[in-house]
Structures are given as structure tokens and as C-alpha cells.
């Protein structure tokens, strides 16, 4: 996937996440060259906050074709969803 579509998807995540207490971000995961059949590459969403000194993470890869499909609007917000309920409340991002 090339990089202005990585940033568009960061760029979305930033808005969506704004107003929460994480902050999510969005890499390009090659195919697993190992795999046999080879798999499709995916695009690897990880959000983070923080309690206190301790790192709080919630990751999902998606397929790019599901990103194609459905559009990175849904699948960000998707995403969000995601993170805002397996994310404790009450975290914070360090200032």
C-alpha cells in the first residue's frame, strides 16, 4: 500500500481519536513470505494509552481488499470502536 493512503488512514484516526483517551496509528504489514498459501498484506492498526506508567495496547490487521471494499472511513472507525472498548477508561496519553 503506498504511503499517502497510510497517512490518509493516520490522518482519519487522528480525527477519530481526538476527543478519546488513546491515540491510534496504522503501518503497512508485508505478506507473511512463509505462508503457504502466501497471504494477503494487511494493514496493521495498534492503539495506545497509558495508565499511569503502564502501556495499554489494542491491535487488529485488516486486509487491504477489506480497506478497498468498505473504504478506510469504515474500517478506521471500525477500528475506533474496537479500541474504545477494549481500552480501560479513564487512561490517559502522557502530556
Do not use: C, K
Request: glycine fraction near 6%.
Amino acid at each position: 500500500m503506498d504511503q499517502p493512503y497510510i497517512e490518509g488512514l493516520n490522518r482519519r484516526l487522528a480525527e477519530l481519536t481526538a476527543p478519546l483517551w488513546f491515540i491510534a496509528t496504522v503501518q503497512d504489514m508485508p505478506p507473511d513470505e512463509e505462508e503457504i498459501p502466501p497471504g494477503e498484506e494487511e494493514i496493521l492498526f495498534q492503539a495506545v494509552t497509558w495508565r499511569g506508567n503502564e502501556r495499554l495496547e489494542h491491535t487488529a490487521a485488516y486486509p487491504i481488499s477489506d480497506i478497498e471494499n468498505f473504504g478506510q472511513d469504515v474500517i478506521a472507525s471500525r477500528f475506533v470502536d474496537a479500541a474504545r472498548q477494549a481500552l480501560p477508561r479513564g487512561t490517559r496519553s502522557p502530556s
